[in-house]
Nanobody, 124 residues
Framework: QVQLVESGGGLVQAGGSLRLSCAAD????????MGWYRQAPGKQRELVAV???????NYADSVKGRFTISRDNAENTVYLQMNSLKPEDTAVYYC??????????????????WGQGTQVTVSS
């Protein structure tokens, strides 16, 4: 029903910037909350940033002041602008979306989707 397609990951030197994008493809849905999570080798997946449909945001303390999450509701896309990148930001970044159905047979039904992940590597 819904597929989250991530892009923008790559290799960057410390202090550099990357912009991640996540587009929700499909039909018959409305997205309530979108967010970015990351998982470094040997560590648990952690929340990076989330944004509601109305634009309210929340960030992990480790990225405040450096990362900015935004969304384009018309395009069902969420972005993560990452500035002043540090080696400790190295991880697989996953897009997440809390989705509500708009189809006639299950309107209002909620589900959650994950993207496949995009690798971000920051060299020192």
């Amino acid at each position: 029903q819904v597929q989250l397609v991530e892009s923008g990951g790559g290799l960057v030197q410390a202090g550099g910037s990357l912009r991640l994008s996540c587009a929700a493809d499909g039909s018959g849905f409305s997205i309530d909350v979108m967010g970015w999570y990351r998982q470094a080798p040997g560590k648990q997946r952690e929340l990076v940033a989330v944004i509601t449909r109305s634009g309210n945001t929340n960030y992990a303390d480790s990225v405040k002041g450096r990362f900015t999450i935004s969304r384009d509701n018309a395009e069902n896309t969420v972005y993560l602008q990452m500035n002043s990148l540090k080696p400790e930001d190295t991880a697989v970044y996953y897009c997440n979306a809390d989705v509500r159905s708009t189809t006639s047979w299950d309107r209002g039904y909620k589900s959650n989707y994950w993207g496949q992940g995009t690798q971000v590597t920051v060299s020192s």
